[in-house]
């Protein structure tokens, strides 16, 4: 289920900067809040890639 409030969307932006940082670090102008409302809060898929 997407997360769809959030408080949701905080905890598992926070999972995915543990899994993959460069999802946040090299995608500005992202911060953890604004990562978690724009790309994680109510979608139903994610990516992620490392370098």
Do not use: M
């Not at 999802?23 to 109510?42: F, T």
């Amino acid at each position: 289920r997407p997360p769809t409030t959030l408080e949701e969307a905080r905890a598992l932006a926070a999972e995915h900067y543990a899994f993959c940082p460069d999802n946040i670090d090299q995608s500005p102008p992202y911060d953890l809040d604004a990562y978690a409302e724009k790309a994680v809060l109510n979608q139903e898929a994610w990516s992620f890639w490392w370098d």
